[in-house]
């Protein structure tokens, strides 16, 4: 019986021991497979986390990247002059394009200046053709030249043919008297200097030589405006509301002129509408039919007293004094070349730009030369004799010459600023690459249409007047500015 009880035990013993051991083996598994699960289930978190965080963030510099580049195309644009929006092609886009704030001038001469602003572009990566338009457009706002317009050869025609019959208005025909009124600014930018002279001692001088220059039988005038006040604010009114006459029409009185040009000394602002109107009043007296009246107005800056002086000018066009209208810019910047050339074309007269007294003698010079004309018209000479041509040949040749050497100071200005963009790496070499090719293009361009206008010229000069101003008004288009 305890052998039988003893077996017993030692069974019971073994099957407790296996049944612990089986279930600490299901343990382990349940325990490993909770465990993988749990990693699994972690890892695909992570995964989802990951993804979750990541697109958001790609989102952003993509938008980052995309407002910076369309911030730097404004920021490009803004560099670019208004209504500069394409390139010149024709001969007229060319010498009406407004000149660039540095022209004139060869890049060594201004380079710091120049720096500064190019220091401003921005570095657009990979530009297409439009930017490279872009960045092409803002470089022309610096240097684009101020070519000469063929109208200048046309004035000079209409010069040397100053009073033939033959001339389809009456204005540039003789008549029984010859009047000039000289309408001179005096305003404080008159005694900016001029070469070795002010502005206004300049002026003064040439006048001096031009009214002594001329026949005994012609009549000159002086008017002046600017003259008071000075050019503070509190001063306007005053300056705005004057102009004086300092020498009446009359013939050359040294004595009398020399005391006129002593009165006054540049001062205050420039009311050039009211100093027309008033000119016109001056030569009320001498109407169009029996006088021939020219009216000269210099001036270096633009109206600034409120008065609309091109509307001035249209005015005289039409009144029966019927003046010529001859507008001298003195050293004036583009936005007063700019009105002066509409007050000229407003009255159907021309405009001039010089810089120094030198070449405002020679241009009151050629206004002598027309009144020897015409008082040798007055003694009965042939018109025959008086109407031998300047010799508009080398006049020709001359505004040839001076369109190629504009254009080569041009492409000179564009390729030094090229080099600076590229030596301080302001742009890319590609970009810069590109510019060089559309500078390369449209150098030659410039140079084809400049001798396309001399050739078009020399073939005026062989007509006589009105051929040659029929040729200008029905086939310059044709054959100039639509190439």
Known sequence: ?????????????????????????????????????????????MEQAKTADSNPAEETISKQTATSREEQIEALKALIPDGLTKRPETAEEFYNLPPGRFSGVSYGKQDEEIEKV??????????????????????????AEDYPEPEEIINRIKLASFGSPE??????????????????????????????????????????????????????????????????EADKALSCSKSDVMYPLQAYDQQKLDSALAQFKPAGWTPIALALEQAQ??????K????????????????????????????????????????????????????????????GGRYVLIQDQQELKKEFEQASKIARKW??????????????????????????????????????????????????KILDKSTITKLKELEKIQSKLIKQRGNELKTFLEKLNAKTYKEAIDAINQQYSENVKRK
């Open 375 to 424: 008082i040798e018209w007055k003694r009965g000479a042939t018109y025959d004799a008086l109407s031998e041509k300047l010799s508009q040949g080398v006049e020709i040749s001359v505004y040839g010459s001076t369109w190629q050497r504009m254009s080569v100071r041009e492409s000179y200005n564009f390729l030094s600023a090229f080099y600076e963009l590229e030596r301080r």
């Open 1 to 45: 019986m305890n052998r039988q009880v003893k077996k017993g035990q030692m069974l019971i013993a073994i099957l407790l021991a296996c049944f612990i051991s089986l279930s600490a083996c299901s343990g382990e598994e349940q325990s490993t497979s909770t465990d993988s699960s749990e990693t699994s289930l972690q890892s695909t978190d």
């Open 118 to 143: 190019l220091q401003q572009f921005p570095n657009i990566e990979n530009p297409d053709p439009e930017i490279i338009k872009l960045y092409y457009l803002a470089l022309l706002g610096l240097f």
């Open 281 to 286: 009043k001056d030569l009320q007296s001498y």
């Open 288 to 347: 169009g039919e029996q006088n021939t009246n020219i009216i000269y107005l210099v001036s270096d800056g633009i109206e600034t007293c409120g008065g609309d002086p091109v509307e001035v000018a249209k005015q005289l066009a039409d009144s029966d004094v019927t003046p010529i209208v001859n507008v001298v810019g003195f050293g004036a910047d583009g936005e007063a070349q700019r009105q002066l050339k509409q007050v000229a074309d407003a009255a």
């Open 167 to 232: 001339m389809d208005d009456p204005r540039f025909q003789f008549k029984e008297q010859y009047n000039v009124m000289i309408v001179l600014d005096a305003s404080g930018s008159m005694g900016n200097m001029a070469g070795g002279k002010t502005r206004m001692e300049a002026a003064k001088e040439a006048i001096r030589s031009f009214a002594a220059s001329l026949p005994a039988d012609a009549r000159v005038g002086l008017r002046v405006y600017g003259h008071e006040g000075t050019g503070s």
